[in-house]
């Protein structure tokens, strides 16, 4: 049989380095979008009071009071809130002939 040799340990010599990775995690509130109905010269009040009250639910003293902003200053912020949800009144809005528009808020 052959020789038995001796084992010869080497201590194992490893360079341990830590990484840090910095993380951010940013949480940003969606952009605010605001439903604008502008005047023209065709559509009755009344009817653009009937249409708010129908498409928000508003009473009719804010309906009313949102038509005359229309009216007296040409247009009215009628809503407020998410982009998704914007588009939808919008679309409403706009399927009842009124002149409607989407604006971005800047935060």
């Known amino acids: 049989m052959g ?3 001796p084992m010869i340990l080497v201590p194992f010599c490893a ?3 830590k990484e840090q990775t910095e993380t951010r995690t940013e949480t940003r509130k ?3 979008w605001n439903v604008v109905v502008h005047d ?3 559509t009755l009040m009344g009817y653009v009071t009937r249409v708010l009250m129908m498409v928000f639910g508003f009473p009719k003293e804010k309906a009313q009071k949102l038509m005359l902003e229309v009216h007296h ?3 009215s ?3 407020s809130g998410g982009r998704e949800q914007a588009e939808t009144y919008a679309q409403k809005l706009q399927a009842h002939h009124l002149l409607t528009s989407l ?3 800047e935060e």
């Open 73 to 75: 200053k040409g247009r």
């Open 40 to 42: 023209d010269p065709v």
């Open 77 to 79: 912020i009628v809503w």
């Open 103 to 105: 604006e971005s808020v």
């Open 30 to 32: 969606a952009r605010t």
């Open 3 to 5: 020789t038995l040799r």
């Open 15 to 17: 360079t341990k380095t």
